[in-house]
């Protein structure tokens, strides 16, 4: 959400930018823009749409011969998706780039505009360009600090002034930024994805932190003191930000899942690693999206196998409402990101009540990752397309690690090392899920009906098909349906129906019937023969319940990728939606 890249050097901005801006595309945007600057001039350069866009605009355009410049992608938060809401901002000697919402941006407005300021656009960023100009004499420290005295909300920011030399600033509260250290320059940038073509050594900027960036040097300042920032040197491989021959990064990265989990399963093969859940009487899963689905397969396994009471709740709820704890209450936060606004307000609020904490994170430098009283890392290497799949796939092993590890199963620790081989199996089948996408992909809506943990796994499938291929989906409690839902339900509407857990079997196939018999068209997942086919039904191996929605979720991320294939729609891109969600 939002993607801010920066640099001050030798070379000329406009390469780096554009490649910092594309790798930062995963993050969502609905348009971008970049500035250059050259002694005290400045040019400005924006477009709607896709960065292909601002390359066209780029190659039309006679470009300041800079060394110092700055890009955005911009997600509209404030003001429609225009050209003149694209970022960078430039109100008198000072130009911005913004991630983040300034929350009072509208008072300030309205007192800057008192005061003479004409503004260009309906964004909140413009506002902070204006009061860091506004404060700004000749001490572009002091009027940074100043400025954000004034400003409520969550921010980062890099900012050039016209007249301070070659100086590139960056200051951040509650929205990700990094400062790069480079060999001919140095670097800002939301995350190091972005810049990692040119250096990988790179600081994390704390909460309201100032960095002044020049050509050689990069100076932080905290409170009014410099301070020293250990450098982190980043792992990333090229592979990491490569679609490796596959259409697109969604299929890459469900086709990594077995990989990955087999990664995960050997770190923890001696589970003693992991933290004892059965310390606490009762657990707290706050995340959104898929990793709250992640939580929902998690509290089926930890309430069944180990009798903790939990309770899961989205993050953007959990945030602002009364929490009644237990003294022996722990809040697990689940996020690939480590970034996502609701989750880490859900986790400050926690900490502030003295409730322990524990991160089930993939980005290990993130936020939450950092915060977090524990903090376990699930290793899904970069996710790219902005669907999660394998960083899912992981949150929810890591889930049934910690189950096993409560009740000490050594077994299911066992069969944890042949579920990588079974997922690959069940992978190797896509072709079959390709041709369900085809059968489908023209319709309107579509249902996923289960119990228990079925259900969980229908929340995920249902998600995955909606954002993906633009289909209208719902996931139901199979014995819900009847209650008002099945109006909906006539002539090939395409119903899937997960069918895992025996105890309840029957009574999943007794609902599946009843739609069947309103001319849905039943597509049956389930681990057993024995489950009746109507028309469709494909059998993955059946292993434990801790495991068996590795098998099947990974089908119904199959299924949605397919269909938005069929539908030629921009897959690891879906519109409207960001991979890192930074904002409330
Ligand atoms: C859906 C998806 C989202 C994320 C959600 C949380 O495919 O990716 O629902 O799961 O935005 O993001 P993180 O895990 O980064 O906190």
Redesign the pocket.
């Known amino acids: 959400m939002c993607g801010i890249v920066g640099y001050v050097g030798e070379q000329h901005p406009k390469e780096i930018l554009i490649s910092g801006l594309k790798k930062l595309e995963y993050r969502g945007y609905d348009s971008s823009g970049i500035a250059l600057k050259k002694d005290d001039k400045v040019q400005i350069i924006k477009t709607v749409g896709r960065i292909s866009n601002l390359e066209e605009k780029l190659k039309k355009t006679d470009l300041l011969d800079a060394n110092i410049g700055i890009g955005h992608t911009r997600w509209a938060t404030h003001g429609g998706v225009t050209e003149e809401n694209a970022h960078p901002h430039k109100i008198g000697r000072v130009t911005l780039v913004h991630n983040g919402i300034i929350e009072n941006a509208a008072n300030l407005k309205t007192e800057l505009e008192e005061e003479g300021v004409i503004f260009n656009s309906n964004t909140d960023t413009e506002v902070a360009a204006a009061l860091i100009d506004k404060y700004y004499d000749d001490n572009a420290l002091f009027a940074i600090k100043k400025a954000i005295s004034k400003i409520k909300g969550s921010y980062a920011f890099g900012i050039l002034f016209d007249d301070d030399d070659d100086k590139l600033y960056a200051v951040r509260k509650d929205s990700p930024l990094i400062i790069g250290y480079g060999k001919d320059g140095n670097f800002i940038a939301s995350d190091i994805a972005a810049i990692v073509n040119y250096t990988k050594d790179y600081s994390l900027l704390d909460e309201g932190e100032i960095a002044i960036l020049t050509k050689n040097n990069i100076e932080v300042f905290s409170n009014g003191e410099m301070i020293h920032k250990k450098v982190i040197h980043a792992n990333i491989t090229a592979e990491d930000s490569d679609k490796c021959g596959y259409e697109h990064f969604m299929l890459k990265e469900i086709m990594e899942e077995p990989k990955v989990l087999d990664n995960l399963f050997k770190k923890y093969e001696n589970f003693s690693n992991l933290p004892d859940l059965l310390k606490y009487k009762e657990i707290h899963i706050v995340?959104?999206?898929?990793?709250m689905y992640a939580g929902i397969i998690g509290a089926n396994l930890l309430e069944e196998k180990c009798n903790i009471k939990c309770y899961v709740e989205c993050a953007s709820e959990y945030r602002y409402k009364k929490v009644i704890y237990d003294r022996k209450t722990l809040v697990i936060l689940?996020?690939?990101?480590?970034?996502?606004a609701d989750?880490i307000a859900a986790m400050r609020k926690a900490k502030e009540d003295n409730i322990d904490t524990l991160a089930i994170v993939n980005v290990e430098t993130s936020t939450i990752a950092r915060e977090a009283d524990n903090a376990l890392f699930i290793g899904a290497g970069v996710e790219v397309a902005?669907?999660?799949t394998k960083?899912?796939i992981l949150q929810v092993a890591m889930l049934a690690l910690l189950t096993i590890r409560a009740n000490q199963n050594k077994e299911a620790l066992m069969e944890a090392k042949k579920i990588p081989a079974l997922l690959n199996k069940v992978l190797g089948d896509r072709e079959i899920f390709e041709n369900v996408a085809k059968e489908i992909y023209q319709v309107h809506d579509a249902f996923f009906i289960g119990r228990g943990i079925d259900y969980a796994m229908c929340m995920e499938g249902s998600?995955?098909l909606k954002?993906v291929s633009y289909i209208h989906s719902e996931a139901f409690q199979a014995g819900e349906l009847k209650h008002g839902t099945i109006s909906l339900i006539e002539k090939g509407v395409p119903v899937f129906a997960i069918i895992t857990d025996k105890k309840i079997m029957d009574k999943t196939e007794s609902n599946v019937v009843e739609v069947k018999s309103r001319d849905a068209s039943i597509y049956t997942i389930t681990n057993n023969n024995e489950v009746p086919n109507h028309g469709f039904r494909y059998v993955v191996p059946k292993v434990s319940s801790y495991f068996q929605s590795l098998l099947v979720v990974p089908v119904l991320q199959l299924i949605g990728y397919y269909t938005a294939c069929y539908k030629n729609l921009d897959i690891d891109k879906p519109r409207n939606l960001a991979?890192?969600?930074t904002v409330e």
């Open positions: 995340a959104c999206g898929s990793a689940i996020s690939q990101s480590g970034e996502t989750t902005v669907a999660t960083a899912y998600l995955k954002e991979k890192s969600v």
